[in-house]
């Protein structure tokens, strides 16, 4: 059921996750589905739930720097720089993990992901909870991420008792991840903090070698609708149909009759448009149409995590 995030709830659902229940939750990305990352029985209810393969490890969701270091066992200087710089916010770093995060959580590597979440209802959750949570997004593997309340409710709605609604997600696509060894970062996957950003901050980062399955990116289909995604350059030639979707970059005076058109955002702003993304496949894939046309995003900063998503999910009909 979806409560507002009001403080009573907000305990509520703490006390929930004391006791190794899961908890459908708000978070500047998308929604999560949390359970306390110390106890593996609790985090065990999220594959299931999700129905998640057992190889793709989640990240652990953190209040404060103590339970980084209560769940690191090496911090290095480039990792606290990149704390300073981006947390709290959409960037995971993952680090040599310390025992008392059990197998489950990291597919039984010997690492883990950390990140410090922005969202003040997410923040006091895991303050509340006293714990740090492993959380994925709250849908079933493979498909569209949640931004709303609502969309966990009718995802999953049947399978979580809490669902915790702070209003739609402002960042609207996952956390950026890296991989921090010594002194080089590696990007495991394109999200909310565009890798240009790091770059800044960190240097040079290096992409993974795709022999490594260390990210969902690598997994052929993510992030997908059950309808058919085309991306297309130009959109001015797709034929007018109404049982086809459109979702365009920006709002223009191209003129469409019959075909469903949504828009990412007013005039480009990648910002908006990453906001909207999931929202927009979620409300066209409820309409059941027969395929969505995608104009495609300039592949830069914020750009490269919403091609990725929208990559992925072309990939599902391939
Ligand atoms: P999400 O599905 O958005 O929760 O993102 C979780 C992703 O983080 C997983 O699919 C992993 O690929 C990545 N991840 C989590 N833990 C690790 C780890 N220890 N090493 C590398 N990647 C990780
Ligand atoms: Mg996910």
Redesign the pocket.
């Known amino acids: 059921m979806i409560y507002p995030a009001t403080q009573t709830n907000i305990q509520k659902a703490a006390q929930a996750l004391k006791q190794g229940n899961v908890v459908a939750f708000p978070t500047e990305t998308v929604y999560g589905l949390g359970a306390n990352a110390l106890n593996a029985m609790a985090v065990a209810k999220i594959f299931e739930i999700k129905q998640r393969p057992f190889f793709?490890?989640?990240?652990v969701h953190v209040s404060s720097l103590e339970m980084v270091k209560y769940i690191v066992s090496y911090l290095p200087d480039m990792a606290l720089q990149c704390i300073k710089t981006f947390w709290p916010g959409p960037l995971?770093i993952?680090l040599p993990k310390k025992n008392v995060i059990p197998d489950i959580v990291?597919a039984g590597?010997d690492?883990?992901?950390v990140r410090m979440p922005s969202h003040h209802v997410a923040q006091q959750l895991i303050e509340h909870a006293g714990v740090p949570i492993a959380a994925?997004?709250a849908n079933p593997f493979g498909y569209l991420s949640p931004t709303t309340a609502y969309h966990v409710e009718k995802q999953l709605g049947n399978k979580v008792d809490i669902i915790l609604d702070g209003g739609q997600s402002p960042v609207g696509v996952?956390s950026t991840?890296i991989?921090i060894e010594k002194d080089s970062v590696t990007l495991?996957?394109h999200g909310g903090i565009p890798v240009e950003d790091i770059e800044a901050v960190a240097g040079e980062v290096s992409l993974i070698r795709h022999t490594q399955v260390?990210?969902?990116g690598q997994l052929p289909y993510h992030y997908a609708p059950t309808t058919k995604i085309v991306l297309v350059k130009d959109v001015s030639n797709i034929p007018d149909d109404s049982s086809s979707g459109m979702i365009l970059y920006k709002k223009s005076d191209i003129s469409f009759k019959n075909i469903h058109v949504m828009y990412l955002s007013d005039n480009g702003d990648l910002r908006q448009a990453a906001a909207n993304l999931f929202a927009c496949l979620h409300a066209l894939d409820a309409m059941k149409l027969s395929v969505i046309y995608v104009e495609e995003i300039p592949d830069v900063g914020l750009g490269q995590a919403i091609m990725d998503r929208l990559k992925k999910a072309q990939a599902r009909h391939r």
């Open positions: 793709d490890p989640l990240i995971t993952v990291t590597l690492t883990v992901a994925p997004s996952e991840i991989k495991l996957r260390e990210a969902p």
